[in-house]
């Protein structure tokens, strides 16, 4: 349990970063998916299955990084999914028609 607060707390740390920082940020790495961990970016991707395929390739903990697209208007959107599951990064590809 008390993982699971820590990664909370780490996960609002790291969106309170992204948000005090959007403009920037969407100026920087306009329309990708940024892995933010420890309020820096760690990468800069295209499509969301290779950024879901780079947090397994580091290894990042669940929860201690936030995985956030960086929308060029810096305006954005956030959703924020809370699971236990894992699903291989091949069935975004298919969900998000990404080749």
């Known amino acids: 349990m008390d993982d699971m607060k820590l990664n909370n707390k780490q996960l609002r740390e790291e969106y309170k970063y992204f948000e005090a920082h959007r403009e920037e940020l969407s100026k920087q790495y306009p329309n990708l998916y940024l892995i933010i961990q420890n309020k ?3 990468f800069a991707l295209n499509t969301l299955s290779e950024a879901i395929d780079k ?3 580091q290894g990042l903990q669940e ?3 936030l995985l956030q697209f960086s929308d060029k208007s810096g305006k954005g959107f956030v959703c924020t999914y809370r699971s236990r599951a894992h699903f291989p990064a091949g069935l975004y590809k298919i969900f998000f028609n990404e080749k």
Do not use: A, D
């Open 55 to 57: 947090v397994s390739e």
């Open 63 to 65: 929860g201690s990084y």
């Open 40 to 42: 820096q970016v760690l």
